[in-house]
């Protein structure tokens, strides 16, 4: 009899100890609307350029009244920035946002916090984390874009193995591979099979003997080829949407595509607010505003006001993502040999 | 408690001493101020090089960065590069200026006075600018004066490419002019003429008298230019940013860059290693220059004699000497110029023609004004401007009262520690700052704070080069005499020294504040976001692609700058009313 007693008690007490331990780890993931308005604003290092922010940003404030400090730079400065100064033990940024590769290497430091955002729910199983320290909400697939004032039809590349024809040498702008790690990241994975393949270093060379212009980040390769300076180039769709200019992209059978992530600083001060913003830009209404300035998003249904944009989104094909040593040694020694080779 | 009671013991005398004469007091906190802003940024970089864990990680000891650097076979690349971009800008913009001041002070060329006032307007300008300016005009093959050349002469391909080693040499040397100009013009107005017409008596024409003898006289002040020259084309970020990428051309500041922030995962040791080296070539060429210029610096206004330099009368060479004059001033102004305020208004850059009209905006001022994040930029750099010129002005006038008027013990170590930001390139500085800044425990890092004392001691010798030539004119016996009628040293300098050194004060008072405006090279290293003043932004609107933003932005700083200027002499000439009454 005493053992029954005890062994229910025991059972009684683990099965207490368990739903409080869920009731804590759940609040612990919700954010608090009054705080997060107390809090007043959330600090944002992200990789998506600032106009396209503009109207998610002004929604979120309008619905929460708390104001976003957003900091731009390509995910490699993003990532730079937080780990720099998150080893300094003075991390600035509530939320950081950029592509999946810093994204784990940011993890594995330890900035992150977990948070799932409810609103993320209904985003597609495949973008789910396991340990929640990193949401998805957006991706990016890249493409090649043309000055259409500048290439006649005739002429248009149709795939990357065009950008080999020797009527291109000099005339592609492409991020510099040594600096920026989307770009290592993306020729690191033309090995893989529906690409290039065992060759993919080969075409890498190939392309660095075109000699092609090279710039910081993906950004500026669409201005290169509105001015002219490069009539090709190399970058995310998104931008024909985000700068003015006669640019557009070429359709291909595939698009390597970079998927993006919202984390939360495990030392935030704001974390209410940073909880928000994360959650708010998951919404069907936040995701509609990124989509409207050109974003692909997660949230089913809503595409960017690009030509085409939903039969893009069936044949992107998601990156994979190098080790922190493999980032390295990409970008310090295969990818400085190859393009700065004298 | 002992050690309290002994340690009071130990600064006993020299508290007493200070309380019994506040100058005391004055001196030793220049000192210490001076001491702090100079060594801790240097001695941090030193260890940062040395550290074998990455900033803000708790490490040993090595060798290993300085190996690292010094067996890659790039490092003498770039040293390479650095000095043959340092060498050629500093002699092509010593060149420009010498010419451009002979034919605005010397010669009797039209347009002379407005040649002389034109040559100092590009110092208005951001410098990151200036270099976006040519990328514009002289791209390969969008660049609006190689589109032009290409019609004309029926080219098929660009004759000109900004993107190498000489568009760098090219561009450096057209933002650096202006520098130069003022310190060779100031050596033109005061040189003695009676040479110059002792030669033409003895029968010389205008080009031997120029060659033989103004150009000897002259000779220290263009050396001191080209070496200065060189210092601020080696320690460039500006230039280097916008054209070495593109070019594939490292110099030292792009490799700081590249390892401090543009590079992943950052290395900010080896940037430290590259930043020591850097200061080292720095430190050399400053060393020559302060040789060559110390005393002309110090008593060039004291010379009293008013020399008006002859006007050298050209005859009908006149008009070519003022189409030479134009030329130079086409190139360091009219075009950078032009090229600003033509994108300012465009919604994207084009080769102009008839779909200009259909793209002229306003969207890019427009954008200015509503943007939360150039809001805060401007307001960061205003208070950067006012505030840390101010500052830095006022602790300029202390230095050069104590290391000038005083005969403090200490005086000669505190005029040597203000040799180290004479030296200290931008970049250098940024990355000692850093490494300072995560360690001392102060709320300094990632705010506004640390960019006001890396502008207060990056710039603290330009400062200290107006108030020490002001102050210097100042007779002792002034201070004497208020001393004597009871004042004690801080009414001496508040109602006798600080009213007289009111001219130099303002004059260097502009000169920071401009330049504070506009700093860059230092500020991309250390600003936060949030704390993010107007030359970061400018940048981060070109990496973007923005050039649109920029170049309205461009204008309203260099607007901005001028209505300063403006404010400053209002002041002075208030000041000086206030004070006639």
């Known amino acids: ?342 | 408690m002992n050690g309290a009671i002994a340690l009071s013991r130990i600064f006993e005398a020299p508290v007493r001493a200070m309380r019994r004469d506040p100058q005391i007091a004055v001196i030793v906190a220049v000192g210490v101020v001076i001491g702090y802003l100079s060594l801790s940024p240097t001695l941090m970089l030193f260890y940062g090089s040395f550290l074998s864990k990455p900033l803000g990680v708790p490490g040993d000891l090595t060798l290993a960065h300085y190996v690292h650097a010094y067996t890659d076979p790039l490092t003498y690349q770039l040293l390479l590069n650095s000095f043959v971009f340092a060498t050629g800008s500093s002699i092509l913009a010593t060149l420009l200026a010498a010419i451009l001041a002979w034919i605005a002070i010397r010669t009797n060329a039209p347009f002379k006075k407005l040649f002389e006032l034109t040559a100092i307007i590009p110092n208005i300008f951001p410098p990151v600018m200036l270099a976006v300016s040519w990328t514009v005009l002289l791209s390969p093959r969008t660049g609006l004066i190689n589109r032009l050349l290409m019609e004309l002469f029926n080219l098929e391909n660009a004759p000109l490419n900004v993107y190498s080693l000489g568009g760098m040499i090219f561009v450096e040397a057209l933002i650096t002019t202006p520098l130069a100009f003022l310190i060779v013009s100031a050596s033109l107005y005061s040189m003695d003429s009676s040479l110059e017409e002792s030669a033409r008596v003895a029968g010389s024409n205008n080009l031997q008298v120029a060659w033989r003898i103004t150009f000897p006289v002259i000779r220290p002040a263009l050396l001191a230019a080209a070496m200065l020259n060189f210092v601020r084309a080696i320690e460039s970020f500006e230039t280097p940013a916008i054209i070495a990428l593109p070019a594939r051309i490292e110099v030292f500041t792009t490799k700081i860059y590249r390892e401090a922030i543009g590079a992943f995962p950052p290395n900010q040791n080896l940037a430290a290693t590259y930043a020591v080296s850097l200061l080292a070539i720095t430190m050399v060429f400053v060393y020559f220059y302060r040789r060559l210029t110390v005393s002309s610096e110090r008593y060039v206004t004291v010379t009293g004699r008013g020399y008006r330099p002859n006007v050298i009368d050209l005859g009908k060479w006149r008009y070519a000497a003022s189409a030479v004059a134009g030329a130079i001033l086409l190139l360091i102004v009219v075009f950078p110029f032009i090229v600003l305020v033509y994108v300012s208004f465009i919604t994207y850059v084009h080769v102009p023609g008839v779909k200009t009209w259909e793209l002229l905006t306003l969207d890019n001022y427009r954008t200015n004004l509503t943007d939360a994040r150039t809001y805060r930029a401007l307001q960061n750099s205003l208070f950067l401007a006012v505030g840390g010129a101010t500052l830095c002005m006022l602790l300029a006038a202390l230095t050069a009262w104590v290391t000038t008027k005083t005969k403090a013990t200490g005086r000669s170590i505190i005029e040597a520690l203000t040799f180290i930001p004479w030296a200290f390139p931008g970049t250098a500085l940024a990355i000692g700052l850093l490494w300072t800044y995560v360690y001392v425990p102060l709320p300094i890092y990632g705010t506004l704070w640390i960019l006001f004392i890396a502008y207060i001691t990056r710039f603290l010798p330009y400062g200290l080069r107006t108030m020490t030539s002001t102050i210097i004119q100042i007779h002792d016996d002034l201070q004497d005499a208020s001393s004597a009628c009871g004042a004690g040293f801080l009414t001496t300098f508040r109602r006798v020294l600080l009213p007289l050194l009111r001219p130099g004060f303002i004059a260097g008072w502009i000169i920071l504040a401009t330049i504070y405006l506009r700093e860059f090279s230092t500020s991309v290293f250390l600003y936060s976001p949030g704390s993010e003043p107007l030359g970061p932004l400018l940048y981060h609107f070109y990496v973007d692609g923005n050039l649109g933003p920029m170049c309205s932005l461009a204008i309203v700083v260099s607007i901005i700058c001028v209505i300063l200027i403006g404010v400053a002499k209002k002041i002075a000439t208030v000041g000086h009313q206030l004070e006639g009454r």
Request: hydrophobic share 40%.
């Open chain 1, 1 to 342: 009899m005493k053992d029954r007693i005890r062994g229910t008690l025991e059972f009684l007490l683990i099965a207490c100890l368990v739903a409080a331990l869920s009731s804590v780890q759940a609040l612990a993931q919700q954010a608090n609307v009054e705080a997060g308005k107390k809090e007043g604003k959330v600090v944002v290092y992200g990789s998506v350029v600032p106009q396209a922010m503009e109207g998610l940003h002004q929604a979120f404030k309008k619905k929460y009244g708390i104001d976003v400090e957003y900091w731009r730079g390509s995910s490699t400065q993003v990532s730079e920035r937080a780990l720099t100064e998150w080893r300094a033990g003075k991390p600035g940024f509530d939320v950081v946002e950029a592509n999946r590769g810093v994204q784990l290497i940011m993890k594995a430091d330890g900035l992150f916090a977990k948070y799932v955002p409810p609103a993320a729910e209904k985003f597609p199983s495949q973008f789910r984390e396991k340990d929640a320290l990193i949401t998805p909400w957006r991706v990016l697939p890249i493409s090649i874009l043309y000055n259409t004032e500048l290439v006649k039809a005739a002429d248009l590349p149709k795939t990357f193995d065009d950008l080999l024809n020797p009527k291109w040498h000099g005339k592609i702008s492409i991020p510099d591979p040594t600096r920026h790690t989307t770009t290592a990241q993306f020729l690191w994975n033309l090995r893989r099979p529906e690409f290039k393949g065992d060759k993919w270093l080969d075409y890498v060379k190939a392309l660095a003997k075109q000699n092609p212009i090279l710039v910081e980040s993906l950004a500026p390769v669409t201005t290169t080829i509105i001015k002219g300076e490069a009539p090709v180039g190399v970058t995310y769709i998104k931008y024909i949407k985000q700068y003015k200019g006669p640019v557009t992209y070429i359709p291909m059978d595939k698009y390597l595509t970079d998927p993006n992530y919202l984390s939360l600083s495990a030392k935030s001060s704001r974390a209410n607010a940073a909880k928000l913003y994360i959650d708010f830009a998951c919404t069907p209404d936040g995701q509609k505003e990124i989509a409207e300035d050109g974003e692909f998003v997660l949230a089913p249904g809503i595409f960017p006001p690009i030509k085409d944009a939903e039969k893009v989104a069936p044949r992107m094909v998601f990156m994979d993502n190098p080790s922190e040593d493999e980032f390295k040694k990409l970008m310090s020694v295969t990818f400085r040999e190859i393009f700065f080779a004298k």
